[in-house]
């Protein structure tokens, strides 16, 4: 008997078998602007608020990890079981991030942080006092 081409993933508007070079190099390049737009947060001005550069942050890594696991994990075009197991790793990161920054009192003022920034260049050691 002949094979048909009439398969289920066809009739359901998925053709396994369509060129989508052109749809990953343009996620491709969405995903460098925003990494670009990631890094640019490192010469935000000190007087930026902390807050609104984290949920920038958080917002950005959300949406990137959504485009890569959707586009080239393929679970746009997978199952619903198998997205669900994806997009709960997303949900359990976020959780463990949130919990990490408040051990280390990161939601207020600077002054208040366990790990405080310091005005020394990176690399230089300043001398341990002694008492």
Known sequence: ????????SVHAGHDPDV???K???LVAAVLAVMTAVEVSTYWFPKEFPV???T?????????KF?????????LKFDKRLLAVVFYSG????LVVYIAVLTAFRFWGPVENHMVPPTNQPAGSHAP???E
């Open 66 to 74: 959504v485009m890569v696991t959707a586009f080239f994990m393929h």
């Open 23 to 25: 749809q990953y190099v």
């Open 90 to 93: 997303l949900v359990l990161a």
């Open 128 to 130: 341990v006092p002694t």
């Open 51 to 53: 807050g609104v550069s």
């Open 1 to 8: 008997m002949a094979a048909t081409t009439t398969d289920a």
């Open 19 to 21: 060129d989508r070079t």
């Open 55 to 63: 949920g920038l942050l958080v917002f950005l890594m959300i949406v």
